[in-house]
């Protein structure tokens, strides 16, 4: 069950998940995916029998529009998704800005994304590295490292940005949520 076709038919029972695709898609954003923790928490959900939105904190919607990097048009866009979405958490960043602000906040520089996928790319764990959406009723899987590890509840490291200290952050948090996790030692980390 570990294709596109499993995942998507595992998202398509989590509600939530569905109505923020459904959201999404109407706002028309360029290059959007719904993508890491809500999607791959889900299918952990799944696998380990749990409800499909436990442990969900927020639904993460990125965009990639270089055509205007100030603040006021990516938060033009967030106020517009908060009357969207009503009470479910949707944090919606504009990935092409993410250079602007990534070093100030995780301690390393970010060179400028060239796309929503690229930025799915360098996320701290390759097992978060997934991000989907519908055009038109057709399902846009983007999984550059497979699926595998989803379904089998193996986080890998992904050491091409983010540091040590995000990657073990995130898999306390993660454990904390689902312990049958199986967490990869970062490079040199044995």
């Avoid at 299918?43 to 990639?64: A, M, Q």
């Avoid at 995780?106 to 764990?125: K, L, M, Q, W």
Wanted: charged share 20%; proline share 7%; net charge negative.
């Amino acid at each position: 069950m570990s294709d596109v076709r499993g995942l998507v038919d595992v998202l398509g029972r989590n509600e939530v998940f569905m109505g923020v695709v459904a959201g999404a898609e109407g706002l028309g954003l360029p290059q959007w995916y719904l993508t890491a923790g809500c999607v791959v928490q889900t299918v952990w959900n799944h696998v380990t029998g749990r409800p499909l939105t436990y442990g969900i904190k927020d639904y993460d919607l990125f965009y990639f529009d270089a055509a205007d990097l100030g603040w006021a048009a990516e938060d033009a866009v967030i106020r517009v998704g908060a009357e969207v979405f009503g009470a479910v958490p949707v944090e919606i960043r504009n990935e092409a800005r993410v250079h602007l602000w990534y070093e100030e906040r995780f301690g390393v520089p970010c060179p400028p994304y060239t796309s929503t996928e690229n930025a799915i790319d360098s996320f701290a764990a390759t097992t978060c590295c997934v991000g989907v959406r519908a055009e038109r009723g057709q399902w846009r899987v983007y999984a550059p490292h497979g699926l595998d590890d989803v379904f089998n509840l193996v986080i890998r490291p992904n050491p091409v940005l983010a540091p040590e200290s995000v990657y073990a952050a995130k898999t306390k948090r993660w454990l904390e949520f689902w312990p049958e996790l199986t967490v990869l030692p970062w490079p040199g980390k044995d």
